[in-house]
């Protein structure tokens, strides 16, 4: 710990409360997420049947849709927040943190639906991975916003994060309707969609859908409860990076005019051209 | 059930990472939370 956030530390100790980035909400959120998990494990592992082509292996569907169903409702959040940062004139950095709090959930969840895709493809195609579109189009979703988390590490302000990240999270979003229908654009291995078949052609058992459905609502539960953490922990370290700043510009300024106070008590020019004077005669 | 390492381990895994990425945003907001006035938390 530098020795300006033990400063802080001290500042404010007996000010600060001990719970964190929680609140009534997230405490509501967080139980009800935990429930729906509950459900999920229940309904996925134990009470829906097992598919008539994929057997026992649909089991893994209720995981697999929900994650990436997060993943690109993170990514469609982040890029609404950075049309919101980029074309309000405001220019509020809780709309940047909102997108990077977003990016940052969706981009774990991407990462978990390719590695449980490829033990879902393991059992049903016999490996885990093969270059098909789908897959192939995911795996750039996620080196995309890898890029995109990387940007927002740069050096400069606050605001000059915002601003190159929002103009990327509004770019890189056009890539879910690439992997979406990415199915149908090429030849895949990958299954078309089920739920969300545009020809409305759904045919699913009962209990399997009412199992998509709880993962669904439990995942979407998660990625609110947490966001809400996310941002404000974010929110808390844009402002420990300011009160950083400013403490440093102090320290610095003080050195500056300590400096200076120490040379204007010293003789100057006068001494040395006495000295001088007194050597010659 | 056939296949039962790969589908519960597909379950594991999601949630471990889950729980792994809850627990890291909830230490680092508490962390965090202890050098920052309340008048700046804007969810108090």
């Known amino acids: 710990m530098t020795t300006t956030e033990s400063n802080l530390q001290r500042e404010h100790t007996g ?12 405490r509501v959120i967080g139980i ?21 082509d994929q057997d026992e292996a649909v089991r893994i569907l209720y995981v697999h849709v929900p994650t990436i169903w997060v993943a690109y409702l993170s990514f469609i959040t982040t890029a609404i927040a950075s049309g919101m940062y980029l074309f309000t004139k405001k220019k509020s950095l809780g709309w940047d943190r909102l997108a990077g709090a977003s990016a940052e959930i969706g981009t774990v969840f991407v990462a978990v639906t390719l590695i449980v895709g490829a033990l879902w493809g393991r059992i049903t195609w016999g490996v885990f991975w093969q270059w098909d579109a789908r897959l192939t189009t995911t795996a750039l979703l996620f080196v995309t916003y890898i890029g995109y988390l990387a940007v927002r590490r740069l050096e400069g302000t606050h605001q000059q994060r915002a601003r190159r990240s929002a103009v990327i999270g509004l770019i890189a979003v056009l890539e879910i309707p690439l992997v979406h229908w990415s199915v149908r654009l ?20 009962g209990l399997m859908l009412f199992s998509l459905f709880v993962g669904v609502v439990a995942f979407t539960l998660l990625y609110l409860w947490l966001v809400m953490h996310r941002t404000r922990g974010m929110a808390m370290e844009d402002y420990l990076d300011d009160r950083g700043l400013d403490e440093a510009l ?8 300590a400096f200076v106070a120490d040379h204007a008590t010293m003789p100057t020019a006068a001494p040395a051209a006495t000295l001088g004077t007194e050597e010659t005669t | 059930m056939e296949d039962a390492g790969f589908i519960i381990g597909s379950y594991a895994l999601t949630f471990a990472t889950v729980a792994l990425l809850a627990w890291r945003y909830v230490r680092s907001g508490r962390r965090l939370a202890d050098r920052v006035p309340d008048e700046e938390k804007y969810w108090l």
């Open chain 1, 15 to 26: 000010r600060s409360t001990a719970g964190g980035t929680g609140t009534r909400g997230t």
């Open chain 1, 32 to 52: 009800l997420t935990l429930i729906a998990m509950v459900w999920l494990v229940a309904f996925g592992l134990g009470f829906s049947p097992a598919d008539r």
């Open chain 1, 186 to 205: 090429w030849r895949s291995l990958h299954q078309e969609a089920t739920v969300l078949d545009t020809d409305r052609n759904t045919d699913m058992d």
């Open chain 1, 250 to 257: 102090v320290a610095r300024r003080a050195e500056g005019d």
